[in-house]
């Protein structure tokens, strides 16, 4: 079992930055692939970023590489999300995942953080 808990979600102005923190319990970060998701109103959840395997190798989704940056620190069991230049169609619910599963289903979830980008 594995819970996720996401802080660091906020109000910040278009070209800004914010860090967002997903801190696990039960096992360490490094045992499994992680990922950021976000959802919008309206919208249906997309894939943000993900790191997998002992070797930390990185996935984004096009609209964000370049500006979001996925890390790992596995002493802490928690991941990050590094977002630079935010734009106002960033502002989404962020979701921390665990454990991806056949067929690119994550297993465990966080209750999320809200963030909101300002033109």
């Known amino acids: 079992q594995v819970q996720l808990v996401e802080s660091g979600g906020g109000l910040v102005q278009a070209g800004g930055s914010l860090r967002l923190s997903c801190a696990a319990s039960?096992?360490?970060?490094?045992?499994?692939?992680m990922a950021w998701f976000r959802q919008a109103p309206g919208k249906e959840r997309e894939f943000v970023a993900a790191?997998?395997?002992?070797?930390?190798?990185?996935y984004y989704a096009d609209v964000v590489k370049g500006r979001f940056t996925i890390s790992r620190d596995n002493a802490k069991n928690t991941v990050y999300l590094q977002m630079n230049n935010l734009e106002p169609e960033d502002t989404a619910i962020y979701y921390c995942?665990?454990?991806?599963?056949?067929?690119?289903?994550?297993?465990?979830w966080g209750q999320g953080t809200q963030v909101t980008v300002s033109s």
């Open positions: 995942a665990a454990e991806r599963l056949p067929g690119g289903r994550y297993r465990y």
């Open positions: 039960g096992r360490t970060v490094s045992s499994k692939a």
């Open positions: 790191i997998v395997g002992s070797g930390g190798t990185t």
